[in-house]
């Protein structure tokens, strides 16, 4: 019998991240439209749900099992994708997934792939837990089918009547002016009647297309600008990292008690920028950054201007070309973009201790008496910057600690670390961590991991507030949306939830996630 969990779990928001994925593959996207699935059989269970639609559902502990005499050879699925796609990769979880279930029950050992037009090609696949992919032959096609061709048999011979498949995905090449019925379908690859000679581990460790091409102009390096509404904002939350800056000179003002100092490159907030303090457009002027540790840095992200709001970004000037100087005394210069947001400026593993950015020319502005940069942010190679990360043990009231805690599941879990699955409480945290492992595992088989990364978080337009409903319990509204930036892209994604936080070994954890 297939056992599921015994406790509400708080799943994993896969769809979210899957958004960032289609954003940061330059030619490829993970599919996320609405499908049909048939089954060719399908088995009614009092305790277990076997529904064929669980293949769909992000939850690899969760299956379809097949209900024919045997082991099921010849069953299969049909998707019905409602239009024409060109398919480039299929993902597989293969068997059933859950606590002690995968040995337990059959698993598929060989899949045939078929296309609407008929042609069709064979895969075996690993017997393991986790997702698999499968290279597919590029073809249109407005539905795909896979059939069992090959059982591999559970232990006990009483459970080797249902063989199951947890998850399936599909990844897409974007398909320009093409509609279901538009055009007659590609010819059919040759029908494998064999095996695939390449196993699945073969296919998972294939290098993958580089998702993001370097952008290295010559002679000045060109971040890229994000293509959507640019008008997004840094997180105001101090980061986990601590940078200092320092600057050539800096404005001056008794208005409003306003500041201008390099302080404000590093303070996560784009509403505030480092003005230079001469006379004229700045050129010569510079900022330094310094790091805190010495480990490769993978680029550096930049907010351009002042970014307040529209007018003051259009009143000052803005850098145009910057001469980066690095502490080795190597130095290149940066073209920035006129607009707003953030921009990201590749570097690729370099190593040093502090960045050094001279104006040398201007975007003008208003008077074009003053040149202002809002943010300044070192993107570590392998480490995201968790930027709204807090630690709950430097926060002081309860409703205080269990806000960190909420804004740590949202920059841990985008940034695929470690320390996620800790912010939960116990009873959930054994189901958390199999499904975020299965995560993290696509997004390397997919080439996506660095990226995540890297990843920056912005929940500065997200509102949260607390409410102690009793000396162990937190309710925590969230509501707003929040930014992530992966690689050169961008994603806004909305979110109205409550969090339910238990008091558990001396810290909050979450126990509860309910979408509203």
Known sequence: MIHPPSLPRVLIPVLALCLIALLAVAATRAVAWEMTIKESTSCLNVFDDLDVEN????????????CADGPGVGESVTFDFGESVVLQQLGIANGCQGEGDFESHNRVAQVEVVYANGARERFDLADRPGLQFLPLTPMSTTSLTLVITKATLADSLFDRGQTCLSEVQFVTRVQADDKAGDKAPEAAPEIVEEPAEETA?????????????????????????????????????????????????????????????????????????????VPGPGVGEWAEITLPVRKPLAGIWIANGCQAGERTFEANNRAKILDLA?????????????????????????????????????????????????????SYVGAGQAVADMDEETLGTPEERALGVVRAFYTRLITLDDGYVDLYAGALRDDEELIFEVFRETQKQRGMYQLFRQALVDLDDLGMSADQVSDDEIKVVVDGFYTVYVGPAFERIDENTVFTLIYEDAHWRIMDKQEL
């Open 201 to 277: 581990e073969e296919v998972a460790a294939a290098p993958q297309p580089d998702p993001i091409p370097d952008v290295v102009p010559d002679p000045v390096t060109e971040p890229v600008a994000p293509e959507q509404d640019n008008d997004l904002a840094l997180p105001a939350e101090e980061p986990a990292l601590k940078f200092s800056a320092t600057a050539s000179s800096a404005l001056t003002t008794e208005l409003g008690g306003l500041s201008f100092s390099a302080d404000n490159l590093v303070d996560g907030s784009k509403r505030t920028a480092w003005v230079e303090g």
């Open 55 to 66: 293949l769909l559902d992000n939850d690899p502990t969760t299956c379809w099992a097949e």
């Open 326 to 378: 690095l502490s080795s005394g190597d130095t290149r210069p940066i073209k920035v973009e006129d607009a707003p947001g953030l921009q990201f400026v590749d570097l690729g593993d370099t190593m040093t201790e502090s960045l050094r950015l001279t104006i040398r020319e201007v975007y003008t502005g208003g008077d074009g008496e003053h040149t202002c940069l809002a943010e300044v942010r070192p």
